[in-house]
Each structure stands twice: as C-alpha cells, then as structure tokens.
C-alpha cells in the first residue's frame, strides 16, 4: 500500500475522514483553518528561504498580507481576527528567533520511504513532506509547524509517531546519522504559542514506529470506517456529510425538520429536568435520613404514604484471605478479570512497545447505544 504521512495521521484522527478522502475520493473543501495552515507553513518558508537574504519581519508580514485569502471566512470579524493571529505568530517567531542564525539544509522536503511487513515481506511505501531540516552545531534537527491552539505534553511529543517517521525519513537519506541518533532531534514548532517542543528518538522507537505503521496499514485493510469526534473537526472539511455533523446543516440541505427540532429540544430540556429532580430528590432524602435520626424512628407518615427506612449492606471480599483460600484449590487465577480502570492506571508507565501490545490484545466486548448530550 502507497500511504501519505498525512493519510495515515487521518486514519488515526478519523478513519471516516480517512475513508472520504483515499477510498471515495472526494475532493475536500478547504476549511478556513487548513487554509490558514497553508498560508503560515507558506510564510514560514518564505521566512527561511535559503536562496534569499533572510528576510524582515516586515517582508514576512508583507508575504503573510500579499497571500491572504478572505474568500474561506463567513464574516468580516472572523477573518479580522485569523488575520491579526496570523500577524502575532510571526511577529512572535521575529521576537524569539534570530532568522540568520540557522542553517538549513532543507524546506518542505518530500519524501518517500519503504517499509517491509517482516511477517510476509509485503513492502509498503509512506510519504510526505518534512517542513524544515537544519544544521546544527553537532547533528541536525527535523522541524515540524502546527497551528493548532492546544499543544500537547512533552510525552506525546517523546512518542510522536509522525515525528519517528520523518526521521526514519531522513535517516533513508542520511543513514550514516543512525550511529548519532541522540543528536539528531526533532521537534514540533507551536507558532500560536512560539514554544518549540522537542525530543529524540532510540533505534527502538524508529523500529516501534515501523511496526505502529504496519499496524496502521492493517487496521484500513479491515475495511472498517467510523466517525471519531475530536477538536479536529473543526479542520474537516468533511462536515457536511460526515453523519456526525451533517444534521448541523440541515437549514443549507433545506430539510424539513421542524419535528425533529421540537423532538430534540423536548428531549434536552427533559433531561436537564431529571438531573435536577434527581438532586432535588437527594436533597429530600438527606433530610428525612436526619429527621428519622433526631426522633428515633424507622417510618415516617404523612397523608401522602409513608416511607421507611431500610439498611443495605454491601460486602466485598478481603483479596489476601480469599487468595490463601483459593489458591490451593486451583480456582483462584478464574475469579481474575481484567479490570479495566486499573489497567489504565497502568499504562501510563509502561514502555511504548509494551503499551502497543495491550492496545493489540484489545477485543470488542459489548456495542450500545446510548444518547449523549452538549448543550450549546
Ligand atoms: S467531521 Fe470529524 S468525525 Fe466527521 S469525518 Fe471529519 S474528522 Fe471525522
């Protein structure tokens, strides 16, 4: 299979996403935050661009404003204020790096790479395209912009699969660097915050990030393509038929839903009345708990019925007794369950590779369905 880094990084966003762009096909309409992406990535390497004379912050700004495109925003607020974050990203880039100082090599640099399933030696290609790659004092660095508003922790970016994939990328094309891969670092640059965040990877984790690939690759060749609601959503151009989003537009697709509405108005504000009822009935039952108490009595009585007072008892086993009991009887090891919570309380320490390995061994136990609410 010939994936793009791109492809792959949609399929674990949102496999439907991935499905309506590489399976049918459909040509995505650009959101007016991919366009904006497109512009900063532009201006960036307007920015570093080797063959000029390390531009301004005036030229930049200029190049930024040149290329604005005001078409993708539904009104003249919203498009003020991309603009001026626009503007502020740069003007914050200026503050923080001295644009002379680098030494790159490379600027949006393509790549393709193979990778072979040792099980059945089937190759696959993956490619894409690495933003920036630099010269450093003693090795090189791998640059990777986002515009998104949240950064993620400094572990995510340890384990950033995309990031083991552009070095394993460079490393196709610098392979003598694999002996000095602590001073090869990558990084992601976060242009809303002007932080950069950086790391390096082993051996190990390149070859975990293969296998991750593979796994990837096997997963689409189930066939299987579901919604995955995220704050990326807001990026997909997707939208207007994506069965998560598309009732949003039902004015546009002039659909006759009067009905419907009322349904879901009736169904939110129910709701909303149940879980106020409901504090309003432990509200109650605190107080005739107390009353109870104060008088010494187990019923009460009213003209409307009475209520009683009943004591539950709830018991659970001490685990180090019943193991000394069961364990000589060969029955303890089939009363353990998998606990779920535990395990992933556990999960955070354990290693990449062995966090892969539970997430392989994961089965579909049971499917509902269940409606959730987000009030506006
Ligand atoms: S809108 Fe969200 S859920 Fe729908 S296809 Fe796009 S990314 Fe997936």
């Not at 000394?324 to 999960?347: F, H, Q, R, T, Y």
Request: with cysteine; hydrophobic share 35%.
């Amino acid at each position: 299979m010939r994936l793009s880094y791109s492809a792959l990084d949609s399929f674990q966003n949102c496999s439907l996403k991935y499905k309506f762009q590489n399976i049918d096909k459909i040509k995505e309409p650009k959101s007016k935050e991919a366009v904006f992406g497109t512009l900063i990535h532009s201006t960036m390497k307007f920015i570093h661009n080797p063959a000029l004379l390390a531009p301004k912050m005036e030229d930049a700004l200029d190049f930024f404003s040149k290329n604005w495109n005001s078409d993708v925003f539904e009104d003249e607020l919203e498009e003020r204020s991309a603009f001026s974050m626009g503007v502020a990203m740069i003007q914050q880039y200026y503050k923080k790096n001295v644009i002379s100082d680098y030494n790159i090599i490379d600027l949006e640099s393509r790549f393709a790479i193979e990778i072979t399933d040792p099980k059945n030696g089937t190759g696959h290609i993956i490619s894409g395209i690495i933003d920036r790659i630099d010269k450093t004092e003693d090795g090189y660095e791998i640059i990777d912009y986002k515009t998104t508003k949240k950064m993620p922790s400094q572990d995510k970016v340890d384990n950033d699969l995309q990031l083991s994939v552009y070095l394993n990328a460079f490393l196709a094309r610098y392979p003598k660097e694999a002996a000095n891969l602590d001073k090869v670092t990558v990084s992601l640059y976060y242009l809303k915050h002007n932080v950069k965040l950086s790391s390096t990877r082993s051996l190990e984790q390149l070859n975990t990030a293969k296998q991750l690939f593979l796994d990837v690759i096997a997963e689409i060749e189930k066939g299987i393509f579901v919604p995955n609601v995220t704050p990326l959503c807001d990026w997909c151009g997707f939208q207007k038929i994506c069965p998560m989003w598309k009732h949003k537009f039902k004015d546009e697709r002039k659909i006759d839903s009067e009905e419907i509405n009322a349904v879901i108005g009736d169904y939110i504000n129910l709701k909303s009345a149940i879980a106020s009822t409901k504090t309003q009935f432990a509200q109650l039952q605190e107080k005739i708990t107390k009353y109870m108490e104060q008088e010494g009595v187990e019923r009460v009585f009213s003209d409307e019925g009475i209520i009683a007072q009943t004591l539950r008892k709830t018991y659970k086993y001490d685990e180090k007794q019943l193991r000394e009991i069961l364990e000589p009887l060969d029955k303890w090891e089939s009363i353990l369950k998998v606990d779920g919570i535990a395990l992933k309380n556990i999960m955070s320490v354990l290693s990449p590779g062995i966090r892969q390995d539970v997430e392989r061994a994961r089965v579909l136990d049971k499917e509902s369905k269940s409606l959730t609410i987000k009030k506006k």
